[in-house]
């Protein structure tokens, strides 16, 4: 390629990196971006490759946010810098009270934070309306509580289907993708019964797949095993564990050091700031490992 090919390509692929990337995934983006880093102009810093790799879905920068509670104020965070690249997966720890959940609202776009910027998807969220997060919350984000948030004495369908109420889409449609999202959490069977005909387990897998229906980029689960044992919490993880693999990015808010271990990055906070951040093997890579030196030793 000449330089002047080379540079048209690297503009289109930033330009499109994000269809790109949703193409062919973000392993492959990185294989290219590799290919793309061999072949540049001399003179152009390999690192950061011009735009090729800023797949940051979250771009946080200095949150903080501090509640008024009568005459007291609570700094729940105190500045707080973070990227995350599409299809990460992230668990976020620390001690209760340490400003955990208040990340998620405001990952989440369920709050805004006092001060800082935050982008989600190349969006500026600090300034929105109320409709506009409502409408970067339907298209981008699906969300998991530790108590499943299910309405109950309606059906695991209904309940899946309700975020496809609010983004209307037709009763048809919406059946038949509640119905896909329920199998694809192994609850296709069970799609007639209510919560309380549910195990936790099941509960937590019908909140999965109604947070999966609206096909987001980005999964917050604050505590998703919180009220969970630890046979089913594994099951949760291995489930969020292939959502990821497919592409999705997860956020997990997690107490347990064992359910972190699923995730690939780790990060820590205490009293509203980051005090580590560290990639990491999974539990997930252990395992498939495990399995394979089985398989060599049977
Ligand atoms: P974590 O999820 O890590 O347990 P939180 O983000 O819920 O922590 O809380 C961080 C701090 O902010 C705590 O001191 C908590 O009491 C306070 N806080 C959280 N939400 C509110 C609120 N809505 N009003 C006032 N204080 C709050
Ligand atoms: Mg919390």
């Known amino acids: 390629m000449s330089n002047k090919e080379q540079r048209f390509t690297l503009g289109l692929l930033a330009m499109e990196g994000s269809v790109l990337s949703s193409l062919i995934g973000p392993t492959d983006m990185f294989r290219i971006a590799q290919k793309l880093a061999q072949v540049r102009d001399p003179g152009t810093p390999l690192w950061p490759p011009h735009g090729v790799l800023t797949m940051a879905l979250i771009e946080a920068r200095e949150l903080t946010k501090v509640y008024a509670m009568g005459d007291q104020t609570v700094h729940a965070l105190r500045g707080v810098s973070l990227d995350i690249e599409e299809g990460a997966f992230v668990a976020i720890m620390g001690a209760s009270g340490s400003g955990k959940s208040t990340l998620m609202n405001i990952l989440g776009c369920l709050d805004l934070p006092t001060s800082g910027e935050y982008r989600l998807a190349n969006e500026a969220v600090e300034g929105m ?27 695991a369908l209904e309940n899946v289907e309700l975020p496809m109420v609010y983004s209307g889409v037709k009763a048809a449609l919406r059946r038949e993708r509640a119905m896909a999202a329920l199998q694809k ?79 690939r990055r780790r990060i820590v906070f205490r009293d509203g700031r980051i005090v580590e951040d560290v990639a990491a093997w999974t539990a997930g890579q252990a395992r498939n490992d495990d399995a394979r030196d089985g398989e060599v030793a049977a």
């Open 185 to 263: 959490v192994g609850l296709g069977e069970r799609f007639q019964h209510t919560p309380s005909e549910l195990s936790g387990g099941q509960q937590q897998r019908v909140a999965i797949a109604r947070a999966l229906v609206n096909n987001p980029q980005l999964i917050l689960a604050d505590e998703p095993t919180g009220a969970l044992d630890s046979q089913t919490s594994e099951d949760i993880m291995r489930l969020l564990t292939d959502l990821n693999g497919q592409g999705m990015t997860v956020v997990i808010v997690t107490h347990e050091a064992d359910i972190a271990a699923w995730a």
């Open 129 to 155: 309306q109320a409709d506009q997060l409502a409408s970067i919350r339907n298209r981008r984000i699906g969300f998991v509580f530790q108590q499943f948030n299910l309405l109950p004495r309606t059906s």
